[in-house]
């Protein structure tokens, strides 16, 4: 069976049409460059004889339009790859960018049906309707929601397992066939092998679904207690504000990897440290949403005991499971004690131990932020308009104040989701917090960049996907700053 190519059948028509854009591009962009260097400017309006305006047009205008035109049709091109690559249903025909095309068909319908939907009916939808008016943060979004599509359908999509080895595909190139594949088994793999023999292509996508399961939910519980600690010692300051925000400090004046490794290093680990933190950290989310929902409905205290209790005793049991597993003889009898019938699930040691971490660093730059913005928000009219009408301190902090300040909170969430992704792929690098096997994007460009002069394929793919996340993150958040500061 012959290797696969990288364009395939489809690359005789659209290879040109991609590489002419390109040339135009980059002689459109020197160009440019040129002129501007020159003192060149670009075409200003004109008032015509008649009153009307009109675009005097000159040779910066016709460059970057060029650089415009050129973008379109590479982009259009990129769309007829894909398009290409799942209507032809042979591999060999389609190539190996056709055929990583194929594998994430799933995504491509969750992309077309998601925009669609949301541009429907994005006048209805607020802040997340007002982000398609945005061309930056559409783009922020549609990168990000490609790689939450990837993880959400990594079963269907990765062609191998992510530690499946076969010793014969050692750092083979990409679109090297198997030698002898079993039947019904898929026959390549699309970007190479690594240095043990396992689907690079496949690594990568179950590293999305790594990556994915803690960087969000972590940055959430960091907000959560960012938040609670935050809103009422901005709002009722003195010594409530004074102690909680040298504790902050505290935490900020160690360099951030710096309290990563301390954190999962090994003897801190034995010592059970982690384990002890998580038991404060996972607190906080029942705490935010009893003190929350009590605020809400103080005044119909049936409504009110329900929802609280419903709050406590499931958050209660979810916290129970999250901190305690009494099957690891190596917690502290502490963490055993919560009976292994009543324990909804395990969170595997080392991932408790990185997501602790990450929930800890964010926590009191969340809380500054938090912090900051409250002093601002609460010297306005309408907490003093609460105040008069008898709200009590909880209903203004939560129902009036944290409103009012979801919009940069909401943007730092996306730029924070970006810094712990960077953070987990760092961990992943130097080897701490997952096991050895794990397909995340650090540990994967660790393991190839011992070859990487030699052998780039299996280093390559991770990092461009880590930095395709991080950039889809940080235009995501431009477009809701852009947005939310038109409100």
């Not at 930056?136 to 993880?151: D, E, P, S, Y």
């Not at 924070?416 to 130097?430: C, E, Q």
Request: charge should be neutral; aromatic fraction near 12%; charged fraction near 10%.
């Amino acid at each position: 069976m012959e290797p696969l190519s990288w364009s395939g059948d489809i690359g005789v028509f659209l290879n040109p049409i991609i590489i002419g854009a390109t040339v135009v591009f980059a002689a459109a962009f020197l160009l440019n460059l040129v002129l501007t260097l020159a003192g060149q400017r670009a075409g200003e309006m004109v008032i015509n004889a008649d009153h009307s305006l009109s675009l005097q047009r000159g040779p910066v205008d016709y460059a970057l339009l060029a650089m415009r035109y050129a973008v379109l049709v590479f982009l259009l091109t990129c769309v007829g790859y894909v398009i290409a690559g799942m209507v032809v249903a042979d591999p060999q025909r389609a190539g190996i960018i056709g055929a990583m095309a194929a594998q994430l068909t799933p995504v491509w319908i969750g992309l077309v049906v998601l925009f669609a939907v949301s541009i429907s009916f994005k006048r209805r939808l607020g802040l997340y309707g007002k982000l398609f008016d945005s061309p930056i943060g559409m783009t922020g979004f549609g990168l990000v929601m490609f790689w939450i599509f990837t993880a959400i359908f990594v079963q269907s999509i990765a062609p191998h397992g992510p530690i499946d080895v076969i010793s014969q595909m050692r750092n083979e190139l990409p679109g090297t066939p198997l030698p002898s594949p079993a039947e019904g088994q898929f026959q390549w793999y699309l970007l190479g092998g690594d240095n043990l023999g396992r689907c690079v292509f496949s690594r990568m996508v179950f590293g999305a679904f790594e990556v994915l399961k803690i960087a969000p939910l972590a940055t959430l519980f960091a907000f959560m207690v960012g938040i609670t600690l935050g809103v009422p010692a901005a709002y009722f300051g003195g010594k409530l504000d004074i102690g909680v925000t040298f504790v902050a400090n505290l935490v900020l004046a160690f360099p951030v990897i710096l309290l990563f490794y301390l954190l999962v290093a090994p003897e801190i680990v034995a010592a059970g440290i982690p384990n002890y933190l998580s038991m404060i950290l996972f607190l906080f989310p029942i705490l935010f949403l009893v003190i929350l929902f009590n605020a809400r409905y103080r005044t119909q205290p049936g409504l009110r005991n329900v929802i609280v209790a419903i709050c406590i005793g499931v958050g209660g049991m979810a916290y129970l499971s999250l901190i305690s597993n009494a099957s690891d003889p190596d917690l502290p009898m502490l963490f055993r004690l919560w009976p292994e019938a009543l324990d909804l699930f395990d969170v595997p040691g080392n991932l408790l131990i990185v997501f602790v971490s990450v929930v800890f660093v964010n926590s009191p730059t969340v809380f500054r932020i938090v912090r900051g913005i409250v002093l601002d928000i609460k010297t306005r009219d309408y907490v003093a308009a609460a105040q008069t009408r008898g709200e009590g301190p909880w209903y203004i902090m939560l129902w009036e104040i944290l409103p009012n300040a979801r919009g940069p909170l909401i943007v730092d969430f996306c730029l924070r989701i970006g810094y712990t992704t960077i953070l987990l792929g760092t961990l992943g690098f130097f080897g701490l917090g997952v096991s050895p096997e794990s397909p995340d994007w650090g540990s994967t460009i660790n393991e190839g960049r011992r070859l990487l002069t030699i052998y780039p394929h299996p280093a390559l793919p991770p990092a461009l996907a880590l930095m395709s996340l991080v950039l889809g993150l940080n235009l995501l958040a431009d477009g809701l700053r852009e947005e939310s500061l038109k409100d």
